[in-house]
T-cell receptor, first 112, second 114 residues
Framework: RKEVEQDPGPFNVPEGATVAFNCTYSNSASQSFFWYRQDCRKEPKLLMSVYSSGNEDGRFTAQLNRASQYISLLIRDSKLSDSATYLCVVFPYGGATNKLIFGTGTLLAVQP | EAQVTQNPRYLITVTGKKLTVTCSQNMNHEYMSWYRQDPGLGLRQIYYSMNVEVTDKGDVPEGYKVSRKEKRNFPLILESPSPNQTSLYFC?????????????FGNGTRLTVT
């Protein structure tokens, strides 16, 4: 089993739709969780951190389910500019180790 | 402007010809790392450095070397490139505890080895 697994998609949705991605992780000791966004042929950029209580940033909502070991990203009112690959990133251990585990990404295509 | 700068953006070379990809950051970050990205495999860590003169292997270090003589620079060296090193490479930096702070990526180097 991969340490971090994502549905690769593509998710094809119309503008204005709500779309949700899940990401599962295998290490129950994982401490920190993030969503990164990567545009085609560009570098990944941090979209948002994922907190235990769930967090929201505008149209984006991230949630963590420790019992089932998954994180989710919800995008409301999708825009064309949201088209990108969304990478789930897990930091497995607390402390000074520096090994982030990246999922392979979920491709979102928002259609006009 | 805070940034991570990689060069070159594109590189085509032949098997066995030594090459260096440069990476420089201006944010005074202690932690730097190299990744390669391949279809279906995601981002895989090659090497990382937690400070000057401190480097460690990541998940796929074979065929690569790095050095960290100065805080801002972290070059990736391929002594004898092979076709299986054809990939998209990213350099990244962050404050030392990446569990607490985001990675800042360079804009990538697309390497083709023939």
């Amino acid at each position: 089993r991969k340490e971090v697994e994502q549905d690769p998609g593509p998710f094809n949705v119309p503008e204005g739709a709500t779309v949700a991605f899940n990401c599962t992780y295998s290490n129950s000791a994982s401490q920190s969780f993030f969503w990164y966004r990567q545009d085609c042929r560009k570098e990944p950029k941090l979209l948002m951190s994922v907190y235990s209580s769930g967090n929201e940033d505008g149209r984006f909502t991230a949630q963590l389910n420790r019992a089932s070991q998954y994180i989710s990203l919800l995008i409301r009112d999708s825009k064309l500019s949201d088209s990108a690959t969304y990478l789930c990133v897990v930091f497995p251990y607390g402390g000074a180790t520096n090994k982030l585990i990246f999922g392979t990404g979920t491709l979102l295509a928002v259609q006009p | 402007e805070a940034q991570v700068t990689q060069n070159p953006r594109y590189l085509i070379t032949v098997t066995g010809k030594k090459l260096t990809v440069t990476c420089s950051q201006n944010m005074n970050h202690e932690y730097m790392s190299w990744y390669r990205q391949d279809p279906g495999l995601g981002l895989r860590q090659i090497y990382y450095s937690m400070n000057v003169e401190v480097t460690d292997k990541g998940d796929v270090p074979e065929g690569y070397k790095v050095s960290r003589k100065e805080k801002r620079n972290f070059p990736l060296i391929l002594e004898s490139p092979s076709p299986n090193q054809t990939s998209l490479y990213f350099c990244a930096s962050s404050l030392i505890r990446t569990g607490d702070s985001p990675l800042h990526f360079g804009n990538g180097t697309r390497l083709t080895v023939t």
